[in-house]
Nanobody
């Protein structure tokens, strides 16, 4: 059983920054991939960024150069630094941990970017 708890969402003006955190607990194995996904109203959930516990990262084209994903393996925590935020980044951001063929999701944190 894995639990994921996100934090750090909120309301920010366009051009601003936010940092999301996701702490994992429970039975965590190696290798695994932790990442962030987002879902805007009326849209499908989409990948934002992922990172493996060996440090390989992957970004959606829409956030590359503005967002940075990082993780602290000792704390089983993944972060998402979001800079130069745009109104189209507004969504619920979900943390995911994938391991041994199973996806574990957090409950999500709202990010709202005002224009």
């Amino acid at each position: 059983q894995v639990q994921l708890v996100e934090s750090g969402g909120g309301l920010v003006q366009a051009g601003g920054s936010l940092r999301l955190s996701c702490a994992a607990s429970g039975s965590i194995f190696s290798p695994n991939t932790m990442g962030w996904y987002r879902q805007a109203p009326g849209k499908q959930r989409e990948l934002v960024a992922t990172t493996t516990n060996f440090g390989y990262t992957n970004y959606a084209a829409s956030v590359k150069g503005r967002f940075t994903i990082s993780r602290d393996n000792a704390k089983d925590t993944v972060y998402l630094q979001m800079n130069s935020l745009k109104p189209e980044d507004t969504a619920v951001y979900y943390c995911k941990l994938a391991q041994r063929g199973t996806d574990n999701w957090g409950r999500g944190t709202q990010v709202t970017v005002s224009s």
